[in-house]
């Protein structure tokens, strides 16, 4: 039974107490009621206390070195004096639901830094593979005093859509040379993109990086900016050398500082919270709808029965919510 009080969780997280916070955490991730209804206690009187920390996410493809690349970026922030907090979401089992969790070990240096914080946290069964509470454990870290918030996504997929709407900039990184420079990135993750940086542009990969370069920024030259303040650049870079990390920084902190001096910045972050607010509203309406009596016992013969043709997906729906008021 957990005996920590709201109180004592909401001073050890403002206190940067690292073991509180990873309670903390772990609670807000808790799916078991009681836990829940105490998150809740907590995260409200903690919102004075965040907003301020930039939230970057990243993706790449399979095998770009975004592990290496984070620990690159994360270490050249810290000796800059910023606190930071990785966020890196792992995939989960889908038979047994067991997660890897393996992202201390592959960045070994930033985990013992005194100025970083890596949290993994298992996929579940959510969107895309990014956490369930993948949010507030971003509000939970600003509040720890975190002022650089990364979140990393498994790779390329839905996930991106969904991390792209909790961040204020999203990077993504890219190969060269691997054939085709488009990689089979769907178009809908560029247009995600605040930035793309080929990274591993070192030794041989140089002119390589360079020409994927050019490809990338022709292929964002035809769409259209998610807003006129800003136009994504393409930048190279090589986690391994250290080179080109600070350049991907002054792109982030000029984006930041045009967008936050239209009132884009802040308007992003209102949508951004409303859409969060609306995405755990259908996840709570799903939950109570399997919960229920009436709709658990029809749903067996109902899911069969579509199975099988004899009614279709439009009834079946319209009979289960049906049960929700007249069971």
Avoid at 8 to 18: S, T
Avoid at 124 to 139: F, I, K, P, Q, W
């Amino acid at each position: 039974m957990n005996t920590t009080t709201a109180t004592a969780y909401i001073e050890g997280v403002l206190a940067g107490n690292r073991r509180l916070l990873a309670k903390t955490i772990t609670l807000i991730e808790s799916r078991r009621p009681d836990h829940q209804a105490l998150a809740r206690e907590i995260l409200d009187p903690l919102l004075p206390h965040t907003g301020k920390a930039a939230r970057i996410g990243i993706t790449g493809v399979p095998g770009v070195g975004k592990s290496t690349f984070i620990e690159s970026f994360g270490t050249m922030l810290i000796e800059q004096g910023h606190q930071v907090a990785v966020l890196a979401v792992d995939p989960s089992s889908s038979r047994s639901g067991g997660s890897v969790l393996a992202d201390k070990t592959r960045m070994e240096q930033l985990a013992v830094n005194p100025g970083a914080y890596i949290r993994p946290s298992p996929a579940g069964e959510t969107l895309g593979g990014v956490a369930a509470r993948t949010r507030e454990t971003m509000l939970l870290c600003e509040a720890a005093g975190f002022d650089v918030i990364i979140v990393e996504t498994v790779g390329v997929g839905q996930s991106e859509t969904a991390v792209a709407n909790m961040v204020d900039f999203f990077l993504v990184l890219m190969l060269a040379g691997a054939g085709d420079e488009l990689q089979g990135i769907k178009k809908g993750v560029l247009e995600l993109a605040d930035a793309v940086a080929v990274n591993k542009a070192d030794g041989d990969n140089v002119e390589k990086a360079k020409r994927a370069r050019q490809s990338y920024e022709t292929a964002l030259h035809f769409m259209q900016p998610a807003t006129p303040t800003w136009s994504p650049p393409v930048l190279t870079c090589s986690a391994m050398a250290s080179t080109g990390i600070a350049e991907i920084w002054d792109s982030i902190r000029d984006y930041r500082r045009k967008l936050a001096a239209t009132g884009e910045l802040a308007q992003k972050r209102q949508r951004q919270a409303l859409s969060w607010m609306w995405t755990l509203v259908e996840q709570g309406l799903t939950e109570r709808l399997k919960a229920h009596p009436a709709v658990s016992a029809a749903m067996d013969p109902l899911s069969r029965a579509v199975k099988r043709g004899e009614t279709s997906p439009v009834a079946a729906a319209g009979k289960l919510l049906f049960l929700l008021d007249n069971p």
